[in-house]
């Protein structure tokens, strides 16, 4: 059994428990499109039959294909995790497209899929227009989508992807942190905290937005995309439609939560737990928002004289936005300047922290990388002597430096590859490189007149939506976890 089909044929417990998640999760997203039915009947949009029908329909099918694959379960093995990972996230995206495509507005398969793709990636680039004339079921599904695969985003990052050791989280599992980093003695309770975290700051989001003006709507559907580090907007000025500086002051707040290790606010509760500089990521995630934003500050204050408090509050605000890939904009930042084109085209590829809701490198990634740059320089120096590379109170594992080599090595290859594919579709460099980059960092907006800050992704063709939603998944699942399926020795016993 070297292929595939003879691999799941001789173990039909691994389909059965693949299809049992799969469909689990599936159950979860029919019962959240009754949410946006509400909405529409509310409103009397007839958009209503649409969620009801898909969720009676996706509902029946999962609960059938959930009620037959009950059973033990095998072994969790690296094999059946990274199928597991990558089948869930698919399987979301397919079943978030059925509600897009058949609602009253006209959306063709690939821009439907790729809507879904970038809201349960967590990535924030759109396809549709008019977002302040369409109806508010779908605006509503949107941002739950994109909530959704913010909260499963980090259940994957701290709870999966450590077991299979392909980064995010893996990092802090080096050595012997495994009982260290234990916050909470069983996993069900890791699970209900995070959980708890999350909606806590999605309410408290709420209320801070409903406070500044915003209408209860705008502030749900703002809070849960910020939360989510994900971007989608209500409005096709996005943040730039309420035009008060208090709200990007709060929103920039509240994606820097969204962009923190979640752990963090578990700690927070537990006696004698809480270090917030302990993880060193989190230094190296403020300091390169304090820094670039006050560059761009700066420059503005300098170049387009505009004051400097009027300044910093964009500035802030669009940074921190694409540090954390959440992709909101209050205007379209390109125009700024020069420099600041050359500080949000670095930004595009920071992320913000391991186990939070964000794409990107991650500052833990590049702080392992800087380690492994100074060790490389002192070892030139002194070629004899023992440099051992840390991370906080750990010492980094081999392993560990090969996963972060690994990482990058994949990062840069799919970026070019990306960028040489969508050339193909007649897209001009600026726009194939940045599309590929925003899709693989799961940003949102790219640069250039068509996908910039104030373009979106309607008038690419459906061959490079398709492509364009495979790197999306690539990027919010670490790119090995879905890569290494493709590679014929997984598949050997």
């Not at 050339?423 to 600026?430: A, H, V």
Request: neutral net charge.
């Amino acid at each position: 059994m070297t292929n595939i089909g003879g691999w799941f044929l001789g173990e039909p417990a691994i389909f059965r428990t693949i299809a049992n998640v799969t469909s689990s999760f599936g159950l979860a997203l029919a019962g959240a499109m009754l949410i946006p039915a509400l909405v529409d009947i509310a409103d009397g949009n007839q958009d209503w039959k649409v969620f009801v029908g898909s969720s009676a329909l996706i509902g029946m099918i999962c609960a059938l294909i959930f009620v037959a694959t009950r059973g033990d379960r095998p072994r969790f093995t690296q094999r059946l995790g990274f199928l597991i990972v990558t089948s869930v996230w698919i399987f979301g995206a397919v079943v978030g497209t059925v509600p897009l495509y058949v609602a009253s507005f006209e959306l063709t398969l690939a821009g439907a899929f790729f809507e879904s793709m970038s809201g349960i990636t967590a990535t924030g680039s759109t396809v549709i227009s008019g977002l302040d004339a369409l109806p508010r079921g779908i605006l509503m599904w949107r941002s739950l989508l994109q909530w959704i695969g913010g909260i499963g985003i980090i259940g994957m990052a701290l709870l999966i992807l450590p077991a299979l050791r392909t980064g995010g989280m893996a990092l802090f599992h080096m050595e012997s942190s495994d009982k260290s980093d234990k916050v909470l003695p069983r996993i069900n309770q890791l699970s209900g905290g995070l959980v708890a975290a999350y909606v806590v700051l999605t309410v408290l989001c709420t209320v801070v937005y409903t406070g500044l003006g915003m209408t209860f709507f705008d502030a749900v559907n703002h809070a849960m995309t910020t939360l989510a580090t994900a971007g989608f907007s209500t409005h096709d000025a996005s943040m730039g439609f309420f035009e008060d500086n208090r709200i990007l002051a709060a929103s920039t707040i509240f994606m820097i939560l969204g962009a923190m290790p979640f752990i963090i606010y578990i700690r927070a509760f537990l006696p004698r737990r809480f270090q917030l500089w302990r993880d060193p990521q989190i230094k190296v995630f403020l300091s390169l928002c304090l820094v670039l934003s006050l560059t761009i500050a700066i420059s503005r204050r300098m170049i387009n004289g505009t004051p400097f408090e009027e300044a910093l509050v964009s500035s802030a605000f669009n940074l921190v936005s694409i540090v954390t890939t959440t992709g909101y904009a209050s205007e379209d930042y390109t125009l700024w300047s020069n420099a600041a084109i050359g500080v949000f085209f670095l930004a595009t590829f920071l992320g913000g922290c391991a186990g939070s809701t964000t794409g990107g490198i991650k500052a833990n990634r590049l702080y392992i990388l800087y380690q492994v740059v100074e060790a490389n320089f002192r070892r030139l120096v002194r070629p004899h002597a023992v440099i051992r590379m840390r991370y906080g109170n750990n010492e980094i594992a081999p392993d560990g430096i090969q996963t972060v080599t690994i990482y990058f090595f994949l990062f840069f290859g799919t970026l070019l590859l990306g960028t040489v594919i969508l050339s193909m579709y007649g897209l001009d460099l600026i726009t194939a490189f940045s599309g590929t980059l925003t899709a693989l960092a799961n940003v949102g907006p790219g640069f250039g007149q068509i996908i910039g800050p104030a373009g979106n992704f309607s008038s690419l063709p459906d061959g490079a939506l398709w492509v364009l939603s495979a790197t999306m998944l690539l990027g919010r699942l670490e790119l090995v976890t879905v890569l290494i399926l493709l590679f014929p020795a997984t598949w050997k016993d």
